[in-house]
C-alpha cells in the first residue's frame, strides 16, 4: 500500500487549550491517569463504549496509549486526552477520527470520566476540535455519531448547534449485545457555529 506522505506530513497541534480543557495528544506517561479513570468510570461507561472492560491494568493502558501514538503519527487516528486546564488533571478522551482525507470529512468522538461529568471539558473540547478541523484541516463535514439511547451525549451537539441529520434505526450492535439505533449529527462550514 502506498504511504500518503502528505496526509503524514500534515502538520497537527501539541495542544489546544479552553478556558476549562486542556487537549493534546496521548503520551506514554499518561497511561496511569488513563487506568484510573476508566477504572472509575467502568460501569459509568459501559453501556456506551466498547473499551470499558479493558485496561484492567496501567499496562494495558500503556499499550493502547502506544496504539493511539502510532496512529497519530501516520494520521490515521487522532485519538487525544483531556485535561483540567487549571488543575492538570485527566478528565477523558476524544479524537478527530479521518473518515475522508480527500473530502475533508473527520467525526469526533468522546467520553469522560464519572467525577468530571457535567463540568463542561467535553462541550469545550468539541469546539477545540470542531475548529481546528475547519481552520487547519480544511474540512467539510465534522460528524458525532452516538447511541440514541444516550443522552448526556446527544446534548453536546445539540448544545453546540450541530445539525441532527439522521436516527439509524436499529443500525449497531450496542455494548450488552442488544440492537441499537444512532444518532447523527454533523456541522459543515457554512453552518453557524457556537450559538
Given at each position: 500500500m502506498p504511504i500518503n506522505t502528505t496526509r503524514i506530513l500534515t502538520p497537527l497541534f501539541e495542544e489546544l487549550r479552553g478556558e476549562r480543557v486542556l487537549v493534546r495528544p496521548y503520551r506514554e506517561d499518561d497511561a496511569a491517569a488513563l487506568y484510573e479513570a476508566v477504572a472509575e468510570s467502568r460501569?459509568?461507561?459501559r453501556p456506551w463504549l466498547p473499551f470499558a472492560d479493558e485496561h484492567q491494568t496501567v499496562e494495558e493502558s500503556l499499550a493502547v496509549i502506544r496504539h493511539f501514538i502510532s496512529?497519530?503519527?501516520v494520521?490515521?487516528?487522532m485519538t487525544v486526552a483531556l485535561f483540567d486546564a487549571q488543575t492538570g488533571?485527566?478528565?477523558g478522551g476524544?479524537?478527530?477520527h479521518p473518515r475522508n482525507w480527500e473530502i475533508g470529512f473527520f467525526e469526533i468522538g468522546?467520553?469522560?470520566r464519572k467525577s468530571a461529568e457535567g463540568k463542561g471539558y467535553i462541550s469545550e473540547a468539541v469546539k477545540l476540535l470542531t475548529d481546528y478541523a475547519f481552520a487547519s484541516l480544511?474540512?467539510?463535514?465534522?460528524?458525532i455519531r452516538c447511541d440514541a439511547r444516550n443522552n448526556r451525549s446527544a446534548a453536546v451537539p445539540r448544545r453546540l448547534g450541530?445539525?441532527?441529520?439522521?436516527?439509524l434505526r436499529n443500525d449497531s450492535i450496542a455494548t450488552d449485545g442488544t440492537i441499537r439505533s444512532t444518532l447523527v449529527f454533523s456541522l459543515t462550514p457554512d453552518d453557524p457555529r457556537w450559538p
Open positions: 460501569e459509568h461507561i496512529n497519530w503519527l494520521r490515521e487516528e488533571q485527566y478528565a476524544s479524537g478527530l468522546y467520553w469522560v480544511q474540512a467539510n463535514r465534522v460528524m450541530f445539525v441532527e441529520e439522521a436516527l
